[in-house]
């Protein structure tokens, strides 16, 4: 079996005042229905020569553009206009992560970090997303914890590391690309253990 393509994708760690945006995808969606996530979605072509007042040293411009566009169409944030204003206080490239190759879909995603002076006004994207919350990374964890929060594991990894650190913008280690991802224990739902395995047997 031929592996599947991996495509480019960005997510956006948006924090303000030591509270970090997520928003729930909506039920009805074919992929990760009902998890918690950050924002953020595939790069297209034209993200390549797009305008965009972001800044980060540690990516390219297509990523940058890219996670303008995302944060825009999903939240009706404009991260360019923030930029342009003072609002962004900084943008940085928390880590990366690609899906496993168990997977039919696979991305390599880019996490960033961007830092915002004030919570700015939400127009969610309803076909996408049910609900969208600010809170601490502690406050995401403990979530997790009791078993309320849904949520895959790169963005668990990101949570953790910043409710041990809420200040972190440096490079973290989200990648679990490789030889043994076949036997990598996913736990999306506290208590919920799951061990992928080379088998083309449906789940009970």
């Known amino acids: 079996m031929n592996a ?3 495509r ?3 997510t956006a760690v ?3 005042q ?4 997520m928003v729930r995808r909506q039920p009805e969606l074919p992929s990760f229905s009902g998890y918690w996530a950050f924002p953020g979605g595939k790069l297209e072509a034209a993200d390549a020569t797009a305008e965009t ?6 990516t390219d411009h297509a990523v940058l553009a890219g996670i303008a566009r995302e944060v ?5 944030m404009d991260l360019n206009a923030l930029a ?5 206080l900084g943008v940085h490239l928390l880590g990366e992560a690609t899906t496993p190759p168990i997977a039919a879909g696979r991305f390599r995603t880019r996490f960033l970090r961007i830092d915002l002076a004030d919570q700015p006004a939400l127009t969610l994207d309803t076909r996408e997303h049910s609900e969208a919350l600010w809170a601490t990374p502690g406050e995401w ?3 997790y914890q009791l078993g309320t929060l849904l949520i895959a594991p790169p963005t668990l990894d990101t949570v953790m590391a910043l409710a041990q650190d809420p200040t972190r913008n440096n490079l973290i280690h989200l990648d679990n690309d490789g030889a043994d991802d076949e036997c990598r224990l996913i736990e999306p739902l506290q208590g919920l253990r799951m061990i992928p395995v080379r088998s083309h047997t449906l789940p009970p």
């Open 18 to 21: 030591g509270e970090i945006l």
């Open 4 to 6: 599947a393509p991996i």
């Open 14 to 16: 948006l924090c303000c």
């Open 141 to 143: 964890f403990s979530r």
């Open 72 to 76: 825009e169409e999903e939240m009706g």
């Open 53 to 58: 007042a972001l800044q980060c040293a540690e």
């Open 84 to 88: 342009r204003s003072g609002q962004v």
């Open 8 to 10: 480019d994708a960005v």
